[in-house]
Nanobody
Framework: VQLQASGGGLAQAGGSLRLSCAAS????????IGWFRQAPGKGREFVSA????????RYADSVKGRFTISRDNAKNTAYLQMNSLKPEDTAVYYC?????????????????WGQGTEVTVSS
């Protein structure tokens, strides 16, 4: 499956952005989708994940209550709604897919990765 992340950009602290992850080449509902991010000079960290059917979700503590993950299997697209953005949310955001029913929170379980979309939050 191929993944294309989009929707990044510049936002002010307290603002919102919605990221999209469009998939092609596979049966989208068969894949759990995860969002990860990598800030300058830091490692790639887990942000959120959603199961294939959308019934199970997980969030990193740092984004819980501010970010919402969702998916539309009819459109082969997953989303990450980011509200109440903070400067520390500045990073390149990646979506990833794992052919599993389990919602994964570590990089190792993901088989496919998108190219990343950059998010910059100004204070």
């Amino acid at each position: 499956v191929q993944l294309q992340a989009s929707g990044g950009g510049l936002a002010q602290a307290g603002g919102s952005l919605r990221l999209s992850c469009a998939a092609s080449g596979g049966t989208f509902r068969s894949y759990s989708i995860g969002w990860f991010r990598q800030a300058p000079g830091k490692g790639r960290e887990f942000v959120s994940a959603i199961s294939g059917g959308g019934s199970s979700t997980r969030y990193a503590d740092s984004v819980k209550g501010r970010f919402t993950i969702s998916r539309d299997n009819a459109k082969n697209t997953a989303y990450l709604q980011m509200n109440s953005l903070k400067p520390e949310d500045t990073a390149v955001y990646y979506c990833a897919a794992a052919r599993t029913l389990v919602v994964l929170t570590t990089r190792a379980g993901y088989d496919y990765w998108g190219q990343g979309t950059e998010v910059t939050v100004s204070s």
